[in-house]
């Protein structure tokens, strides 16, 4: 399978607990986007990394969040003392460089459930 | 603000009906416009892309449509089969930025 993967697809935790999640992209991708998605809402944008460089990040990315890509290739999302409105669907997607097309293939996502 | 707007919020059809969702964006400058079906539980799979200069695109039973000068696109899904069953979401680039604006999703549910 050459597609986006996510690891884990479920996690089930307690508030407060911290959890990581893992993304490996399509290999010749260079760029990575980080999402949330909440029930019946569209994608929000959370982080996004050309090669290993984090060059944006939207204000829904709190202190608690961190994100790391650090040889360009798979990417990991924190959170730390998780809350129960972190509870979402987060989709990682994968894209080629050039800015005409940029389309985006999205992994199966990890769903988070904080308790 | 960059803004994408999908109606209607839902569709119920019957099997083998025809449908179209719309979408209304004020992205600017725009630089592509794309559908995305996503299923239940599972990450958005992308259906039709379309730059400024395309108009229409088609992918089996999947039409978009797309007026640059409105700001508008449709997607029109010919002879519905159940597997359609779908949240559909239109995605917009530009504003000289990579990151897309997403907009909510027509939840879609084809009825045998």
């Known amino acids: 399978d050459t597609g986006v993967s996510q690891d884990p697809r479920h996690k089930i935790t307690k508030r407060g607990q911290n959890v990581t999640f893992r993304c490996d992209p399509i290999s010749e991708h260079n760029r990575l986007y980080w999402y949330r998605q909440t029930l019946g809402q569209g994608p929000e944008f959370l982080t996004y990394?050309?090669?290993?460089?984090?060059?944006?990040k939207s204000r829904l990315l709190s202190d608690r969040f961190s994100a790391e890509r650090p040889k360009g290739s798979f990417s990991t999302l924190e959170i730390q003392r998780t809350e129960q409105g972190d509870s979402a669907m987060y989709l990682c997607?994968?894209?080629?460089?050039?800015?005409?097309?940029?389309?985006?293939?999205f992994g199966p996502g990890t769903r988070l459930t904080v308790l | 603000k960059n803004q994408v707007e999908q109606s209607p919020q839902s569709l119920i059809i019957l099997e083998g009906k025809n449908c179209t969702l719309q979408?209304?964006?004020?992205?600017?400058?725009?630089?592509?416009l794309r559908w995305y079906k996503q299923d239940t539980g599972r990450g958005p799979v992308s259906l039709t892309i379309m730059t400024f200069s395309e108009n229409t695109k088609s992918n089996g039973r999947y039409t978009a449509t797309l007026d640059a000068d409105t700001k508008q696109s449709s997607l029109h899904i010919t002879a519905s089969q159940l597997s359609d069953s779908a949240s559909y979401i239109c995605?917009?680039?530009?504003?000289?930025?990579?990151?897309?604006?997403f907009g909510r999703g027509t939840s879609l549910i084809v009825h045998p």
């Open positions: 990394f050309q090669n290993e460089a984090q060059l944006e």
């Open positions: 995605v917009v680039t530009g504003g000289g930025s990579y990151i897309p604006t």
């Open positions: 979408c209304n964006y004020t992205v600017s400058p725009f630089s592509n």
């Open positions: 997607a994968s894209s080629l460089g050039g800015a005409r097309y940029n389309e985006q293939f």
